[in-house]
């Protein structure tokens, strides 16, 4: 089975998405302002086809994001506001023609859809069968990539709980969004396992490894 | 009236004291790992009568953590563990004949009792009629100096609500506690009303500093 690893934004008090989260705002309130930090890095930048940004610690976190990952997984309101059934189906998600991913994308969902395929190398596929079976064919689509948890906190929370994740990262920003989705609740002791391997500060976000030290 | 603050550490997923508290283990499983970075310190150590200590980042914080400080108020479980009345009255807290506070100290109580005066400057006073009632004797206490909230999170997060704290330090220490005491939770939007206005980080804790840049 390939790596599985997620890498997140963090409020200082815990949120990795603001308080009411809608249409015009899918990160909820203060949301989008967690990942100003890498916005402005160079990967960032080039990852969106676009020249220069900054470099330095920032801009290594933002690359390791992408670095090795040969597929995805989220939770459904990760790819769109859309609950219930699919409906006309023309809704290919928050992320443009050209989402961030540049992998095959397994989506959780509870209503079955055709893939859907986007430019540069994104495929949405959506998966019904549950986090193991998203976790099985996005392992046959990574090759010898690792896999990436793409959010929201849910889905992370599910597979922490289910002991699959190897190693994440979180990066605090010193906002406080006061409330929203909260990261570390709903664990039932999964972070027990986990030891800090790498804590690396720039002024505006420290970034912490987590890496799986023994198997619950 | 004296500025109100307070200094804490935090666990990164966001536990100022862990799971299980106990007699034993007053700031619950892990929790004390928490003020290890303090501990170190050659401010931690000059207060507790002793030589050495490291010095740098980690001691500043250290420092500013009592600077100016001429009262302090606690919730009651930092004074110790007995609840309901107080029976033989003989337990004289959590700290030690020489506790760590050095000023006043006002413990938010529903149990009256008379002061209890300990070494070193701290006496402990009980206030049974609030908080607000806690931070006017506090504060005819200070004289010139601020106002420390000593904890726990409770205590912390009333002052909050209240609308009453000018500013505060967080410390995150990069350890996942699983559980425990929350200290950003149950705060109906008092944060909204801080901004983060330095943020500085040593190999094993980043601290943070807030203030009060608009009133609720």
């Known amino acids: 089975m390939s790596k599985l690893k997620f890498s997140i934004s963090m409020s200082l008090d815990g949120f990795v998405a603001g308080p009411r989260q809608s249409r015009e705002e899918p990160l909820g309130e203060g949301g989008e302002s967690l990942h100003e930090w ?8 080039q990852m969106q086809g676009k020249e220069g940004g ?4 920032d801009d290594e976190q933002a690359m390791a994001w992408s670095e090795n990952t040969g597929a995805t997984i989220m939770g459904r309101n990760m790819f769109g506001p859309i609950r219930g059934p699919w409906g006309d ?16 994308v397994f989506v ?5 859809r ?3 395929e986007m430019q540069g190398g994104t495929t949405f596929n959506f998966v019904t069968d549950g986090i193991e ?7 046959d689509a990574a090759g010898d990539g690792e896999i990436s948890i793409g959010g929201g906190a849910s889905t992370v929370q599910q597979y922490l709980r289910a002991r699959l994740v190897d190693e994440f990262r979180v990066h605090v920003v010193p906002l406080l969004l006061g409330g929203g989705e909260r990261l570390f609740e ?3 002791g999964a972070t027990a396992d986990y030891e800090c391997v790498e804590s690396v500060a720039s002024p505006t976000v420290t970034h912490y490894a987590f890496v799986r030290t023994r198997s619950g």
């Open 54 to 57: 900054e470099t330095g610690v």
């Open 89 to 104: 189906e023309q809704w290919k998600g928050w992320w443009g023609d050209d989402p961030p991913y540049h992998t095959p």
């Open 186 to 188: 709903h664990l039932d």
């Open 38 to 45: 890498a916005f402005v890095t160079r990967s960032f930048h």
């Open 114 to 116: 055709e893939p859907v």
């Open 133 to 139: 079976a998203a976790l099985e064919q996005a392992s």
């Open 108 to 112: 959780l969902t509870h209503h079955a």
